[in-house]
């Protein structure tokens, strides 16, 4: 293995761990010999989680806890800290959007529903800024991690019917390059805060938008594919390499940028 990309031996948290994405960069960075410290709100898929990453021959906790909640965030960095000594990696992926927050491709913007868009821009940005408060305090005493939150296609250039989603990560793109310049001022360079910003997955959230009941493409995954230079859509696997990247020290001389990892979406003009 290249030392300068190695991340053996680290101890991460990872939101939304019982999820697609967390439980995708939680089981490759298992494989690369990474304590993992899974995190989800709920019980059932958190058990599963650590559960198949013990499997895998790593060393992994699960701990139920809420991304909104700061004194949840408290008793789970408590947990870790006393279980491991420190918390070198924070990745932020809990999230995602509800369908009231999305609109029909016809429904106006004044009749979207105003609880889910407050529940989606608060999950979205909230869901990263406290947990960067909790965890990153313990970095910062120790001058030393790395944050990686998600931020999405959404942030680069308005996409039709997500309003709620897209707001929430541009806050994400530009809370990622505030607390990067906040950490490296107050406490030096051995703390950095990234992001990635993921192209078009299909996922459970998203299959009934992107794929017809018969398995073909939408009109909108058609529109995705043609402003989409490599005319796929990526696999959730190929986050893993960016999500590394990040966090090593290869990229130590990096904070406070937003990698797209899109298949060339977000550099495309469409013609």
């Known amino acids: 293995m290249n030392e300068l990309f190695s991340i053996a031996g680290k101890v991460a948290v990872i939101t939304g761990a019982g999820g697609v994405l967390g439980g995708a960069v939680a089981r490759h960075f298992i494989t690369q010999g990474v304590k993992i410290a899974a995190l989800?709100?709920?019980?059932?898929?958190?058990?599963?989680?650590?559960?198949?990453?013990?499997?895998?021959g790593g060393d992994a906790i699960g701990v139920v806890g809420d991304v909104l909640d700061v004194e949840s965030l408290r008793r789970v960095a408590d947990e870790v800290v006393a279980r491991w000594g420190r918390i070198d990696i924070l990745l932020n992926i809990a999230g995602g959007n509800l369908p009231g927050a999305t609109l029909g491709a016809a429904q106006p913007f004044h009749e979207m529903k105003i609880d889910d868009w407050e529940q989606v821009t608060t999950l979205n940005l909230n869901g990263a800024v406290y947990p960067c408060m909790v965890f990153g305090k313990i970095m910062a005493g120790r001058r030393s991690g790395a944050i990686v939150n998600v931020s999405?296609?959404?942030?680069?250039?308005?996409?039709?019917?997500?309003?709620g989603y897209s707001v929430a990560k541009a806050g994400v793109s530009n809370f990622t390059q505030w607390l990067a310049a906040e950490m490296a001022?107050?406490?030096?360079?051995?703390?950095?805060?990234?992001?990635?910003?993921?192209g078009f997955f299909i996922g459970d959230q998203n299959r009934s938008v992107l794929l017809n009941s018969d398995g073909s493409l939408t009109e909108r995954s058609l529109k995705i594919i043609a402003k989409t230079p490599m005319q796929r859509f990526g696999d959730i696997a190929e986050?893993?390499?960016?999500?590394?990247?990040?966090?090593?020290?290869?990229?130590?001389?990096?904070?406070?940028i937003t990698l797209p990892v899109d298949g060339g979406f977000s550099a495309f003009s469409g013609v």
Do not use: H, W
């Open 152 to 163: 999405s296609m959404t942030a680069y250039a308005a996409l039709t019917r997500v309003p």
């Open 239 to 256: 986050l893993n390499g960016a999500m590394q990247f990040l966090c090593s020290e290869a990229a130590r001389f990096i904070t406070g």
């Open 40 to 56: 989800d709100i709920r019980q059932e898929p958190l058990e599963r989680r650590v559960a198949e990453l013990r499997g895998l």
């Open 185 to 198: 001022l107050k406490y030096g360079d051995g703390i950095r805060v990234n992001a990635i910003a993921p």
